[in-house]
């Protein structure tokens, strides 16, 4: 396993399939590019945020095999484990400490203020937030009154390239029909280098639709070489051989060109940092060791000399298999390692260690050969 | 001569300072980028510098990293860190007295330790002194980066976004002594306009990944071979694919070399519990130490010992290799152009020696090669080309990242998302207090300014990537909701007038960085 393949080359969340990965799980046909999909949104929805627990991915889709999962999930452990104020530097300053916030039950949720937002993912995709209050729920309602309840909640996003937007010029529109208990949405807008606009509201039956907020405006960025050329820099067509290659030419989503280099530069960083992640060693790392014993620290008047010898017999298999030294049980730590440590006595010995998987399917075994002779004198 | 290259290494690193804590996990990414990169590269660097080779390369510092690297608490824990290393490979020395295959290794990584330990304590501990005289030798272009790496395309608010840049630009200057030509923008984010917030604090070029330049309008002359300029006079400078993937690429990159060492057989692992706890996390978690005996041998979970001698000579190997190839490029390129051609070459710089253990190896060998052994290319810095080609193309980088599929999905999908309503919260928040604050008393200010701090270290687009790539999740939820929160409060006891000040001195003490930020920053 190199190093570098640990980064694999389509990160996850990135299958090369047609599906588009939702904060729950579960996975929604990607629009397929065509003109039809292209009318219009097909979506993916997203859970309620909060205060529902972080997600933490897991994309078995992508999952790559080297990547074991369960050294991972130790290391979340540990690291709650260290959410413990339990080593308090003696350095600290000040007298009173203050534990570590809850920040889980202080973290706010929302922040009662009816807004939405509105972010461009890359050129086809815009992602949206958005939070509506009570009270604006309420208002509502008292000025639709009956029609109120024949209404969905609903965004509409309105394409307002080269337009001072006033709720009608849009170039054009298009509504989204989001579930129940959403807050946030990604939006296939489908065309790059347009400016876009989002409202959320409620769609009435009578054709109305009436917003509660309007976000800001943002542009999808271009997707392919730019046609505009200066006039002043022309360029020649030996230049545009080389210095745009052939694979920079077609249109559409990012290419393969960028992404081959791109996933790896920016998996670059953290994913290496740390070392959160090791591909198991599985039977190999046998590796003996011999130790001294520990210096005499008796100060003792009479000159002494002793000699002691101790092997260590250690190594590592799966967590869940069972080892056995010379026909007595190992105990394996919760990580598959063991180690024992011997005085090892005189003359020649054997020692059998032998590994038995879980499900009884395989087993594989060593025998060491020990041999000490110790003498008196040089 | 025919063209340039341009070696741009990004150091960076969260901050990741915790000082309530004697032994913290994530610090430790830290120390091994300070003992496995940049003390390597330095040495490198230092090296070159005595026998009189003439090399460039431009690296960003950002300010979490130049923050930590002078923060006196984490220099001290760097030592205790490097002097527990030494302590562990002197035992491992006589561990393998008799195990040749091993005791070369466990020679070399003591004798590293040692001398890093040693280059350490010669600057004071602080490695910004280091780098501030490679610098000042005038071949080491140090340039910065967003405050707390923040995101900017995806920040909205532009005050918030001044603030990134405003921070970072002061910071550097504080530990630099000069204000930074360029700017590595986090995750090589760029979107149109934001080069004029660039601008406004003197910034004169940044880079973009190659279809950022690629896609500019109109169509840049030269691709990513020369800079253009934006609309605003700041330069922008293309990642070059093909060097790129030499490097990067898990197929054919240098470091899949199966001579490398590898990274993931590590004694924190391997070795007898009993000997090696006192080497790994204090709560008895078994960890990488960074002392690592194997190659990567290839796929297979059966790994042959390590030869530093053999390693070496690879990457003097992949170094000619990756000289021959620039070489040949340049020699393509500058037939067609009426300019000289500049190849942009940007990593990380922790991808070096941490990642790639013989990357600093490769680096001089590159250097040197490039110094005696041919005429095509030469090295140059962004600033120099500027100097040289002071007339360019106008022309607006398209809207990009270096992430995957190269726009934003990386930091904005469904594991991260939930960030950004509370990261865009709080600084419209922050804005607000600016604004409502004009002569505030002390411990006022003192509030102020902590919320300032808090606001950037949730901006950190570390803690989005983290929980995109899935490790460490835990810390990046509790990095992100631990400084929200701590913005929240600030925000309620300001707008109450009741600010408890035990509190805000627990904050401060915990999340020092910036320590002259000036709220108003946000006005």
């Known amino acids: 396993m190199g190093p570098i393949s640990k980064n694999p080359k389509r990160p996850p969340g990135a299958s090369g399939d047609d599906t588009i990965k939702l904060s729950s799980g579960k996975k929604v046909k990607k629009p397929a590019a065509g003109p039809l999909a292209k009318a219009r949104a097909k979506l993916s929805k997203n859970k309620p945020l909060l205060p529902v627990k972080p997600v933490v991915k897991k994309d078995p889709e992508t999952a790559v095999p080297s990547q074991p999962a369960k050294p991972a999930e130790s290391k979340q452990k540990q690291e709650e484990k260290q959410d413990l104020p339990s080593k308090i530097l003696t350095e600290k300053p000040f007298s009173v400490f203050i534990p570590d916030e809850d920040y889980n039950a202080l973290f706010p949720s929302f922040y009662n203020e009816t807004c939405i937002v509105l972010l461009a993912r890359d050129s086809h995709w815009l992602f949206t937030y958005w939070e509506v209050t009570r009270d604006s729920v309420a208002s509502m309602k008292e000025r639709l009154g009956e029609s109120f309840n024949s209404g969905t909640v609903m965004l509409r996003v309105y394409d307002v390239t080269n337009v001072i937007f006033d709720g009608r010029n849009a170039n054009r529109y298009f509504d989204v029909r989001i579930s129940e208990g959403a807050s946030s949405w990604y939006l296939h807008a489908g065309d790059p280098n347009r400016r876009w606009l989002a409202e959320i509201g409620m769609f009435l039956h009578d054709g109305r639709f009436i917003p509660y907020a309007r976000s800001n405006t943002i542009k999808t960025p271009a997707d392919c070489i730019a046609s505009v050329m200066d006039e002043e820099w022309v360029i020649s067509e030996e230049l545009m051989k080389r210095a745009y290659p052939k694979e920079w030419h077609m249109q559409g989503d990012w290419n393969e060109n960028a992404a081959e280099s791109g996933t790896a530069a920016a998996a670059g960083t953290l994913n290496t940092m740390g070392g959160s992640e090791r591909v198991h060693g599985g039977s190999s790392g046998w590796l003996s060791s011999w130790s001294s014993p520990g210096s005499g620290k008796e100060k003792t008047p009479i000159f002494w000399f002793r000699v002691g010898t101790e092997i260590i017999i250690y190594g590592a298999t799966e967590p869940d298999a069972s080892v056995t030294m010379n026909g007595k049980p190992v105990k394996l730590a919760g990580d598959g390692t063991f180690g024992t440590r011997f005085n090892l006595n005189e003359g020649e010995h054997l020692v059998a260690i032998e590994a038995r998987s879980a499900d009884g399917k395989f087993t594989k075994a060593f025998t060491i050969d020990v041999s000490k002779c110790t003498k008196e004198g040089k | ?523």
């Open chain 2, 1 to 523: 001569m025919k063209g340039y290259l341009s070696v741009v290494l990004h150091a960076h690193l969260p901050y990741v300072r915790h000082p309530e804590h004697a032994d913290f996990l994530e610090e430790d990414w830290l120390y091994e980028a300070i003992f496995e990169t940049y003390i390597p590269l330095l040495l490198v660097y230092e090296r070159l510098l005595k026998d009189g080779v003439d090399f460039r390369v431009t690296m960003s510092l950002t300010p979490p990293l130049l923050s930590m690297l002078s923060d006196p608490l984490l220099q001290d824990r760097a030592l205790n860190y490097i002097e527990k290393l030494i302590d562990l490979t002197s035992k491992e020395k006589k561990r393998t007295e008799y195990q040749e295959e091993f005791k070369k290794s466990a020679d070399m990584y003591n004798w590293k330790f040692v001398e890093a330990r040693d280059y350490f304590l010669r600057y004071g501990k602080n490695l910004v002194n280091a780098f501030r005289k490679v610098q000042d030798a005038g071949k080491l272009e140090i340039i910065t980066c967003c405050a707390t790496h923040g995101y900017l395309p995806l920040m909205i608010n532009q005050k918030a976004i001044n603030a990134q840049i405003k921070v970072a630009v002061d910071t550097h200057e504080k530990h630099l002594g000069r204000k930074p030509n360029g700017i590595w923008l986090a995750e090589c984010a760029y979107f149109p306009g934001v080069d004029y917030t660039l601008k406004d604090h003197g910034i004169k070029f940044f880079f973009v990944d190659t279809h950022g330049i690629m896609y500019g309008v109109p169509r840049p002359k030269y691709g990513i071979f020369a800079p253009v300029f934006c609309p605003s006079g700041v330069a922008a400078f293309g990642r070059d694919v093909e060097s790129s993937k030499q490097v990067w690429s898990a197929k054919e990159g240098y470091p899949g070399d199966t001579n490398y060492r590898d990274f993931y057989r590590d004694v924190g692992f391997d070795l007898e519990y009993e000997y090696i706890k006192p080497y790994i996390n204090s709560n008895g978690t078994r960890t990488f130490t960074g002392v690592k005996y194997y190659k990567i041998t290839g796929e297979t979970a059966h790994k042959e010992p390590y030869d530093p001698q053999f390693a070496l000579e690879r990457s003097a190997e992949h170094a000619g290799n990756f000289l021959f190839n620039r070489g040949k490029q340049i020699e393509w390129l500058a037939s067609g152009m009426d300019r000289k051609p500049i190849i942009i070459s940007p990593y990380d710089a922790e991808l070096y020696g941490h990642w790639w253990y013989e990357g600093p190896d490769f680096l001089n060998f590159l250097f040197r090669k490039m110094h005696y052994d041919q005429d095509i290319i030469k090295m140059i810095t962004p600033s120099e080309y500027l100097a040289e080609y002071p007339v360019n193309q106008v022309s607006a980088p398209c809207e990009s990242s270096w992430g995957y599929k190269g726009y934003h999905e990386v930091w904005l999908e469904g594991g991260n998302d939930w960030v950004y309503r509370h990261l865009h919260k709080a600084a419209d928040r922050m804005c607000e207090l600016a604004e409502k604050f004009n002569s505030p008393g002390d411990l006022e200010r003192r509030a102020l300014n902590q919320a300032a701090r808090e606001l950037l270290l949730a901006q950190s687009s570390d803690w989005a990537f983290i929980m995109k790539t899935g490790t460490n999740v835990n810390y990046a939820v509790r990095r992100t909701k631990e400084h929200i929160v701590r913005f929240t409060r600030l925000y309620d006891s300001l707008s109450s007038g009741k600010i408890d000040q035990t509190y805000l001195s627990e904050i401060e003490y915990k999340d020092n960085i910036f320590p002259e930020i000036d709220y108003k920053v946000y006005g």
